[in-house]
Protein backbone atom coordinates (compact mmCIF):
# COMPACT_ATOMS: atom_id res chain seq x y z
CA UNK A 1 0.00 0.00 0.00
CA UNK A 2 1.44 3.52 -1.36
CA UNK A 3 1.93 5.48 1.99
CA UNK A 4 0.86 9.43 1.34
CA UNK A 5 1.74 12.02 3.69
CA UNK A 6 -0.15 15.42 2.86
CA UNK A 7 2.15 18.10 3.82
CA UNK A 8 0.50 21.61 4.66
CA UNK A 9 2.97 24.49 4.29
CA UNK A 10 2.75 27.45 6.55
CA UNK A 11 4.40 30.03 8.47
CA UNK A 12 3.64 33.52 9.97
CA UNK A 13 5.86 35.29 7.40
CA UNK A 14 3.99 37.62 4.61
CA UNK A 15 5.11 40.75 3.22
CA UNK A 16 1.24 41.61 1.79
CA UNK A 17 -0.50 39.69 4.69
CA UNK A 18 1.44 38.75 7.89
CA UNK A 19 -0.05 36.30 10.16
CA UNK A 20 -2.67 35.28 7.44
CA UNK A 21 -2.49 31.59 8.79
CA UNK A 22 -3.65 32.59 12.17
CA UNK A 23 -6.36 35.10 11.07
CA UNK A 24 -9.74 34.20 12.52
CA UNK A 25 -12.33 32.32 10.58
CA UNK A 26 -15.63 31.74 12.64
CA UNK A 27 -13.36 31.20 16.18
CA UNK A 28 -10.66 28.90 14.51
CA UNK A 29 -7.49 30.13 13.05
CA UNK A 30 -7.48 30.38 8.95
CA UNK A 31 -4.94 27.46 9.01
CA UNK A 32 -7.25 24.86 11.37
CA UNK A 33 -10.00 25.27 8.91
CA UNK A 34 -8.16 24.38 5.98
CA UNK A 35 -6.93 21.83 7.89
CA UNK A 36 -10.39 20.49 8.52
CA UNK A 37 -11.45 20.32 5.00
CA UNK A 38 -8.16 18.53 4.04
CA UNK A 39 -8.96 16.20 6.79
CA UNK A 40 -12.25 15.29 4.96
CA UNK A 41 -9.89 14.16 2.15
CA UNK A 42 -10.12 9.95 1.77
CA UNK A 43 -7.14 9.81 0.42
CA UNK A 44 -4.80 12.51 2.24
CA UNK A 45 -3.29 10.02 4.58
CA UNK A 46 -0.72 11.29 7.60
CA UNK A 47 -1.25 15.69 7.45
CA UNK A 48 1.89 17.03 8.91
CA UNK A 49 2.18 21.03 8.93
CA UNK A 50 5.85 21.69 7.72
CA UNK A 51 6.69 24.98 9.07
CA UNK A 52 9.77 26.97 9.54
CA UNK A 53 12.46 27.09 12.08
CA UNK A 54 11.86 30.73 12.54
CA UNK A 55 10.85 32.08 16.17
CA UNK A 56 7.90 33.65 14.42
CA UNK A 57 6.24 30.57 13.82
CA UNK A 58 6.41 29.15 17.53
CA UNK A 59 2.82 29.72 17.13
CA UNK A 60 2.35 27.37 14.57
CA UNK A 61 4.16 24.90 16.25
CA UNK A 62 1.83 25.75 19.25
CA UNK A 63 -1.23 25.26 18.04
CA UNK A 64 -0.49 22.12 16.01
CA UNK A 65 0.38 20.29 19.59
CA UNK A 66 -2.97 22.04 21.26
CA UNK A 67 -4.98 20.67 17.66
CA UNK A 68 -3.24 17.21 17.95
CA UNK A 69 -1.50 17.91 14.33
CA UNK A 70 1.81 16.64 13.42
CA UNK A 71 4.27 19.68 12.80
CA UNK A 72 7.32 19.32 11.28
CA UNK A 73 10.08 22.58 11.21
CA UNK A 74 12.62 23.32 8.55
CA UNK A 75 14.17 25.58 6.10
CA UNK A 76 12.37 28.92 5.52
CA UNK A 77 13.09 29.68 1.90
CA UNK A 78 14.20 26.10 0.64
CA UNK A 79 10.65 24.92 0.32
CA UNK A 80 12.19 21.08 -1.88
CA UNK A 81 13.81 20.57 1.46
CA UNK A 82 11.02 21.34 3.88
CA UNK A 83 8.81 18.81 2.01
CA UNK A 84 11.45 16.66 1.53
CA UNK A 85 12.69 15.96 4.69
CA UNK A 86 8.77 16.41 5.88
CA UNK A 87 7.69 13.43 3.80
CA UNK A 88 10.99 11.49 4.69
CA UNK A 89 10.23 11.85 8.39
CA UNK A 90 6.91 10.32 8.18
CA UNK A 91 7.88 7.28 5.42
CA UNK A 92 6.04 9.15 2.82
CA UNK A 93 6.18 6.98 -0.39
CA UNK A 94 4.28 9.73 -2.16
CA UNK A 95 3.95 13.41 -0.71
CA UNK A 96 0.98 15.48 -1.39
CA UNK A 97 1.64 19.22 -1.77
CA UNK A 98 -1.05 22.06 -0.65
CA UNK A 99 -0.09 25.03 0.34
CA UNK A 100 -2.12 26.87 3.25
CA UNK A 101 -3.16 29.69 1.15
CA UNK A 102 -6.32 27.16 0.01
CA UNK A 103 -8.42 27.42 2.74
CA UNK A 104 -11.42 26.59 0.19
CA UNK A 105 -9.96 23.67 -1.51
CA UNK A 106 -12.23 20.79 -1.79
CA UNK A 107 -11.83 17.36 -0.58
CA UNK A 108 -13.01 16.09 -3.61
CA UNK A 109 -10.57 17.54 -5.42
CA UNK A 110 -7.55 16.33 -3.31
CA UNK A 111 -8.99 12.60 -3.61
CA UNK A 112 -9.42 12.73 -7.54
CA UNK A 113 -5.68 13.78 -8.16
CA UNK A 114 -4.68 11.26 -5.65
CA UNK A 115 -6.61 8.25 -7.52
CA UNK A 116 -5.35 9.52 -10.60
CA UNK A 117 -2.26 8.84 -9.22
CA UNK A 118 -2.68 5.73 -7.35
CA UNK A 119 -3.97 4.39 -10.58
CA UNK A 120 -1.86 4.91 -12.91
CA UNK A 121 2.32 5.18 -12.91
CA UNK A 122 3.50 8.82 -13.20
CA UNK A 123 6.29 10.42 -10.85
CA UNK A 124 4.31 13.69 -10.46
CA UNK A 125 0.48 14.23 -10.66
CA UNK A 126 -1.31 17.98 -10.74
CA UNK A 127 -3.81 20.05 -11.47
CA UNK A 128 -1.84 22.83 -12.18
CA UNK A 129 -0.41 21.94 -15.16
CA UNK A 130 -2.36 23.27 -16.61
CA UNK A 131 -4.66 24.67 -14.21
CA UNK A 132 -8.35 24.56 -14.03
CA UNK A 133 -10.08 24.28 -11.41
CA UNK A 134 -10.75 27.95 -9.34
CA UNK A 135 -7.39 29.13 -8.27
CA UNK A 136 -6.93 28.17 -4.32
CA UNK A 137 -7.55 23.93 -5.13
CA UNK A 138 -3.92 23.60 -5.65
CA UNK A 139 -3.01 20.01 -5.13
CA UNK A 140 0.80 18.12 -6.31
CA UNK A 141 1.42 14.42 -5.77
CA UNK A 142 5.35 13.79 -5.73
CA UNK A 143 6.48 10.39 -5.76
CA UNK A 144 9.35 9.68 -3.36
CA UNK A 145 11.86 9.02 -5.90
CA UNK A 146 10.70 12.28 -8.01
CA UNK A 147 11.29 14.39 -4.94
CA UNK A 148 14.81 12.81 -3.75
CA UNK A 149 16.01 13.41 -7.19
CA UNK A 150 14.49 17.24 -7.70
CA UNK A 151 15.74 17.49 -3.82
CA UNK A 152 19.68 16.43 -5.11
CA UNK A 153 19.65 18.30 -8.53
CA UNK A 154 17.42 21.38 -8.33
CA UNK A 155 19.65 24.54 -8.07
CA UNK A 156 17.81 27.35 -9.27
CA UNK A 157 16.19 29.60 -6.27
CA UNK A 158 12.74 29.32 -7.78
CA UNK A 159 13.42 25.75 -8.19
CA UNK A 160 14.18 25.16 -4.21
CA UNK A 161 11.73 28.04 -3.24
CA UNK A 162 8.60 26.29 -4.91
CA UNK A 163 9.46 22.91 -4.60
CA UNK A 164 7.68 21.43 -7.63
CA UNK A 165 8.94 23.22 -10.60
CA UNK A 166 12.50 20.99 -11.43
CA UNK A 167 9.93 18.33 -12.15
CA UNK A 168 7.06 19.67 -13.87
CA UNK A 169 9.59 22.11 -15.86
CA UNK A 170 11.65 19.00 -16.52
CA UNK A 171 9.73 16.22 -18.30
CA UNK A 172 11.87 14.70 -20.32
CA UNK A 173 12.85 13.53 -16.84
CA UNK A 174 9.57 12.52 -15.33
CA UNK A 175 6.52 10.81 -15.92
CA UNK A 176 3.92 13.94 -15.30
CA UNK A 177 0.40 13.46 -15.53
CA UNK A 178 -2.57 16.35 -15.23
CA UNK A 179 -6.00 16.11 -13.49
CA UNK A 180 -8.29 18.58 -15.64
CA UNK A 181 -11.87 19.67 -13.81
CA UNK A 182 -14.31 17.50 -15.41
CA UNK A 183 -16.40 20.10 -16.46
CA UNK A 184 -14.43 21.16 -19.28
CA UNK A 185 -14.16 24.49 -18.14
CA UNK A 186 -11.50 26.37 -17.19
CA UNK A 187 -11.74 28.95 -13.96
CA UNK A 188 -8.25 29.13 -13.09
CA UNK A 189 -8.20 32.56 -14.21
CA UNK A 190 -11.50 34.18 -12.95
CA UNK A 191 -11.93 32.46 -9.65
CA UNK A 192 -9.46 33.40 -6.68
CA UNK A 193 -10.23 31.69 -3.44
CA UNK A 194 -6.48 31.83 -2.34
CA UNK A 195 -5.30 34.21 0.33
CA UNK A 196 -2.72 36.33 -0.17
CA UNK A 197 -4.05 40.32 -0.02
CA UNK A 198 -6.63 41.27 2.63
CA UNK A 199 -9.51 41.44 0.25
CA UNK A 200 -8.70 37.76 -0.37
CA UNK A 201 -8.98 36.78 3.69
CA UNK A 202 -12.28 38.97 2.99
CA UNK A 203 -13.54 36.68 0.53
CA UNK A 204 -13.22 33.91 2.24
CA UNK A 205 -14.29 34.99 5.42
CA UNK A 206 -17.80 35.86 3.90
CA UNK A 207 -18.08 32.45 2.26
CA UNK A 208 -17.32 30.80 5.41
CA UNK A 209 -20.20 33.07 6.87
CA UNK A 210 -22.38 32.13 4.47
CA UNK A 211 -22.07 28.35 3.85
CA UNK A 212 -20.60 27.10 6.56
CA UNK A 213 -23.11 27.50 9.59
CA UNK A 214 -26.01 25.18 7.36
CA UNK A 215 -23.26 23.50 5.62
CA UNK A 216 -19.94 22.30 7.13
CA UNK A 217 -18.85 20.25 4.23
CA UNK A 218 -19.89 23.07 1.44
CA UNK A 219 -17.41 22.20 -1.76
CA UNK A 220 -16.42 23.67 -4.80
CA UNK A 221 -19.70 23.66 -6.54
CA UNK A 222 -21.45 25.57 -3.30
CA UNK A 223 -18.96 28.36 -3.09
CA UNK A 224 -19.68 28.51 -7.59
CA UNK A 225 -23.15 29.22 -7.18
CA UNK A 226 -22.97 31.48 -4.18
CA UNK A 227 -20.88 33.43 -6.03
CA UNK A 228 -22.68 33.70 -9.20
CA UNK A 229 -25.97 34.44 -7.46
CA UNK A 230 -23.86 37.43 -5.45
CA UNK A 231 -21.71 39.63 -7.63
CA UNK A 232 -20.57 41.76 -4.50
CA UNK A 233 -19.07 39.07 -3.13
CA UNK A 234 -17.18 37.73 -6.28
CA UNK A 235 -15.93 41.07 -6.53
CA UNK A 236 -14.45 41.48 -3.64
CA UNK A 237 -10.92 40.18 -4.64
CA UNK A 238 -11.63 39.56 -7.99
CA UNK A 239 -9.18 42.46 -9.08
CA UNK A 240 -6.54 39.94 -7.78
CA UNK A 241 -8.05 37.09 -10.15
CA UNK A 242 -4.69 35.25 -12.11
CA UNK A 243 -2.20 36.45 -10.11
CA UNK A 244 -0.14 34.23 -8.92
CA UNK A 245 3.85 33.54 -8.55
CA UNK A 246 5.11 32.81 -11.98
CA UNK A 247 4.14 35.95 -12.57
CA UNK A 248 7.70 36.90 -11.46
CA UNK A 249 9.48 34.33 -13.24
CA UNK A 250 8.07 34.18 -17.06
CA UNK A 251 11.49 34.53 -18.30
CA UNK A 252 12.76 31.78 -15.98
CA UNK A 253 10.26 29.14 -16.51
CA UNK A 254 9.99 27.30 -19.99
CA UNK A 255 6.55 25.76 -19.72
CA UNK A 256 4.33 28.87 -18.49
CA UNK A 257 2.85 31.42 -20.69
CA UNK A 258 1.63 34.71 -20.08
CA UNK A 259 -1.60 33.93 -20.25
CA UNK A 260 -1.43 31.77 -17.32
CA UNK A 261 -0.47 34.89 -14.95
CA UNK A 262 -1.44 38.48 -14.39
CA UNK A 263 0.79 41.19 -12.96
CA UNK A 264 -0.96 43.64 -9.69
CA UNK A 265 -1.25 47.49 -11.53
CA UNK A 266 0.90 48.43 -8.90
CA UNK A 267 4.17 46.22 -9.13
Not at 17 to 29: A, C, E, N, Q
Not at 102 to 114: N, T, Y
Not at 130 to 150: H, L, M, Q
Request: aromatic share 10%.
Amino acid sequence: MTKIVTVIQARSGSSRLPGKVMMDILSKPLLIRMVERVQRAKLAGTIVIATTTESSDDVIEKLCESEGLFCYRGSRDDLLDRHYQAGKLYGADAIVKIPSDCPLIDPKVIDKVLQYYLDNDFDFVSNLHPATYPDGNDVEVISRKAIEKAWREAKRTLEREHTTPYIWENPQLFKIGNVAWETGLDYSMTDRWTIDYPEDFTFIKTIYEQLYPANPVFDLQDILHLTRQNADIFSINSKYAGVNWYRNHLDELKTITEDKTRKVNNE
